[in-house]
């Protein structure tokens, strides 16, 4: 179980974004490719506690060829000028097994998204850039994952981003405001 401080930065040019992590000196720790799988109940009892979703991601690190299968409840804990999570994951070995376990017990799959993510690290700060199929998110967007919520103001510094363009909403929040409902 980890607590998790993230912020998205929506809005941004994948390839500048990119330049300023180089230049500052992050380190490039992955680039990989995501099969995302979100799960609920028919009447969405995960989504409405805590404002928390059940995921099953696959990932294949496109720089190591390592793949991996993991589940994950994300319970968020706060909203305001930072979004803290608790996040439970689980290694597990073969998705359709877990899948029918799940639905044996009433969650099912609710959307399957597909996403490219580029990952660097600064001092303790992870910098994840996304990008995800068309019919799940158009837009490409930086989550900023921190250790310390001053930790945030430093990496906004850092690559002098408009705090306009940060936003705590989920992926989920985002799909909704642009009319992509489950």
Known sequence: MAKELEVKV???????IENKLVQVG??????EYQINTLLDTEDKRIESMNNSYLRIRE????INDETKIILTLKENKTNSDIRENIEIDTEI????????????????????GYKERTSYSYDSMRFDIDTWDKNTYPYSYMEIEVEKKEDLDKAI????????SISTKSIVELRKDLGLTI
């Open 10 to 16: 929506l809005g941004i040019d994948k390839k500048q």
């Open 26 to 31: 992050a380190k490039l720790i992955s680039r």
């Open 59 to 62: 990932v294949k690190n496109l």
């Open 93 to 112: 070995d073969d998705k359709q097994s877990m899948i029918y376990i799940l639905e044996t017990v009433g969650v099912k799959v609710m959307q399957e």
């Open 157 to 164: 510094k850092l690559l002098d981003i408009d705090k306009k």
